[in-house]
């Protein structure tokens, strides 16, 4: 049986951002990644709005986006003046209802105690930047002016793939279909090929598959697979200057080359666990296009050229990300929960990752709060901006 100082579950952002981090901290030992499907094609990573905010109610998330953003800035520096991510800088719209003003307020001076360039902006000046936008019903909105937009996320994970295995580090084609555990510590994985790899450090970077790899490792983890559509609409009438909008209803749009793209998460109680991508007919004209066509009435003539669907690894105890090692599983590590906001912090978690194996500790963000500690003692710690 083969053997390495670490296994990687799962090789997309945030397995292939640990391996990468791995090397730049300095760790010399075999990293191996087990990625079950090379093409990509039905991970969360692959199919993301890929977009990046500073405009969170958790500071650990503020500044994780924050180290994201500079990351994807620095895309040339790291990878050579051809690497290209089709970066985008363009604020969030995050708007607020008279109910909601209170919050929002609260979160935009934490953003701005963070660095954060987010101003509040009242209806006035909302409608003074978005003339196309109703803010009849609105109390104001927060506001990237800079540091906020989206990337390619193929572009950004081949780059960082092709750097770790440059690198040293071994990407294997195969399942884990079993972890093996010695006296309460992991002592290795099973492969669907057959094979299996001896070790001492397994990191699980499975998306929304973690919930399946963790019970492999007799662990009950509260991250389960919730389906999310994105439709690509087409509207003859131009709303120019548009960033990420995002209705106080959670239903967001963001321009797409020529297209808008759009989606919404559904009612809790019509969100179960899911693994298929099917989309649901009706979905779109019930749950997106009237609050669309409210807030932007130009939206009323768009059509939908496109949809597809993918699934949040949702961590169901409060919407935030699950890192860290298990108290009752030596060895075994959580990279998931990341409940649709985890490729702008997959730099951040795969330095976090990196740092915990190779020094012991976070040295760059401390991440504790997103242990393991809280979720033992049923302590949410909530993050009000979830979509
Ligand atoms: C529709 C949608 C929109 C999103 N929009 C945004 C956004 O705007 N901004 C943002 O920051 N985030 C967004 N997200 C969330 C973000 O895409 C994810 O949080 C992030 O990509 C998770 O990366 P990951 O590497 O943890 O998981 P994934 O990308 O899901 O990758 C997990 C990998 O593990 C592999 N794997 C699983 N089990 C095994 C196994 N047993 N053996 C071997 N390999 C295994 C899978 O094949 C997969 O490649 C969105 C997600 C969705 C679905």
């Known amino acids: 049986m083969q053997s390495a100082d670490v296994v990687i579950i799962g090789g997309a952002a945030v397995g292939s951002a640990t391996a990468l981090f791995l090397r730049r901290e ?3 030992g075999r990293v191996v990644v ?3 499907d090379s093409s990509y094609q039905w991970c969360a990573t692959g199919r993301s709005v890929a977009s990046v905010r500073r405009q969170f109610s958790t500071h650990e998330n503020i500044e994780l986006s924050t180290f994201g953003w500079q990351y994807f800035n620095r895309i040339k520096e790291e990878y ?6 089709s970066l985008v800088q363009r604020g969030y719209a995050i708007m607020a209802s008279a109910e909601g003003a209170g919050i929002l307020r609260a979160n935009v001076a934490l953003q701005q105690s963070l660095g954060a360039d987010v101003e509040l902006l009242a209806p006035e000046a909302l409608n003074a930047r978005f003339s196309w936008l109703n803010v009849e019903d609105l109390a104001g909105a927060g506001w990237g002016r800079s540091g906020e937009g989206w990337v390619d996320p193929h572009a950004h994970l081949a780059l960082m793939r092709k750097r770790a295995i440059a690198e040293g580090v071994t990407y294997l084609a195969d399942e884990v279909v079993g972890i093996d555990i010695e006296r309460d510590a992991v002592a290795g994985v099973r492969l669907a090929s057959g094979g299996g790899i001896a070790t001492r450090t397994i990191v699980c970077a499975a998306g929304w598959h973690s919930r399946k790899v963790a019970a492999m490792a007799g662990i009950d983890l509260p991250v389960h697979p919730r389906k999310r559509y994105v439709f690509v609409i087409d509207c003859p009438t131009p709303i120019p200057g548009a960033g990420l909008m995002i209705d106080p209803s959670g ?7 020529r297209y808008h793209i759009t989606g919404v998460a559904p009612p809790e109680d019509e969100d179960p666990d899911a693994e ?3 989309i649901e007919d009706g979905y779109f004209e019930r749950l997106i296009w009237p609050t669309l066509a409210h807030r932007v009435p130009a939206f009323e003539t768009l059509k939908v050229v496109n949809a597809w669907c993918c699934h949040y690894d949702l961590s169901t105890l409060d919407h935030n990300a699950i890192l860290g090692p298990h108290p009752d599983v030596s060895g075994f590590l959580l990279a998931c929960g990341f409940s649709g906001h985890g490729l702008q912090h997959s730099p951040g978690v795969g330095r976090a990752m990196a740092e915990l194996i190779a020094h012991g500790h976070y040295r760059s963000i401390d991440l504790t709060r997103f242990g393991w500690a809280r979720i033992a ?7 009000a901006n979830v979509f």
């Open 26 to 28: 300095g760790f010399k």
């Open 377 to 383: 003692a049923n302590a949410p710690l909530a993050e």
């Open 276 to 278: 298929d991508f099917d």
């Open 80 to 85: 050579g003046p051809e690497a290209d991510i």
């Open 251 to 257: 239903v967001y749009f963001r321009p797409e080359g």
């Open 34 to 36: 087990v990625e079950k």
